[in-house]
Each structure stands twice: as structure tokens, then as C-alpha cells.
């Protein structure tokens, strides 16, 4: 069993900038894709950004020049940095990631229970 821990959402002003963490832990074998993903109320989840375990990335329109995706593959953890914040990003954001699991190989998509991020003044 694989399990995701988000941490560092919270209340934040316009303008301002919050990191958000994801740790992974359990009977994993290897990682190969971590990603976070967005829902607003009212809208479907959406791909934030997504990152590879040799580090390439990819970000939505909405993400791109304002957020960062990482990752430690020593810790099995992902990041997002989230610079110039907008009320639009309000959401509650999910970590993803794709993991094989050591017991058995087997590939299995894994996510997180979410962390709130509010932007408003």
C-alpha cells in the first residue's frame, strides 16, 4: 500500500506565494510520474503540473511562469512552488503520482486527500 501526504496549503493574499509538499511512503519499488492537480468549486480537477523522475516537467497554461514543480527521488517527495497568486487559484490541490509497488511490480496511480489553498485579501 502506497500513501500521499500533502502539506503547506493555507490562506494567502493576492500576490503572495505559498509551497506546497507531497511525501510518499509505504511499499514502494519506484515513482515515475508525481504530479498536483487543482478542483474549484463547482469545476473538475485539472492538471496543475507533472513531473518526470529524471526531473522534465510540464505545466498548465494557468501554472506556467508562476509555478514550480520539483522533486527529491531520495525522499520520494514532490514540491510546488507557487509565486504571484491569483483568487483564481483557490482550489483544493491534489498530489498524483504513479508508483510501482515492490511487492508485485504492479503500477498503480496514487492520490492524495488534498490541502486547501485559499487566495483573498
Known amino acids: 500500500q502506497v500513501q500521499l501526504v500533502e502539506s503547506g496549503g493555507g490562506l494567502v493574499q493576492p500576490g503572495g506565494s505559498l509551497r506546497l509538499s507531497c511525501a510518499a511512503s509505504?511499499?514502494?519499488?519506484?515513482?515515475?510520474?508525481m504530479g498536483w492537480y487543482r478542483q474549484a468549486p463547482g469545476k473538475q480537477r485539472e492538471l496543475v503540473a507533472h513531473i518526470l523522475r529524471d526531473g522534465s516537467t510540464n505545466y498548465a497554461d494557468s501554472a506556467e511562469g508562476r509555478f514550480t514543480i520539483s522533486r527529491d527521488n531520495d525522499k520520494n517527495t514532490v514540491y510546488l512552488q507557487m509565486n504571484s497568486l491569483k483568487p483564481e487559484d483557490t482550489a483544493v490541490y491534489y498530489c498524483?503520482?504513479?508508483?510501482?509497488?515492490?511487492?508485485?511490480?504492479?503500477?498503480?496511480?496514487?492520490w492524495g486527500q488534498g490541502t486547501l489553498v485559499t487566495v483573498s485579501s
Open positions: 509505504g511499499d514502494i519499488f519506484k515513482i515515475f510520474l
Open positions: 498524483n503520482a504513479q508508483v510501482v509497488v515492490k511487492t508485485n511490480f504492479f503500477q498503480l496511480e496514487v
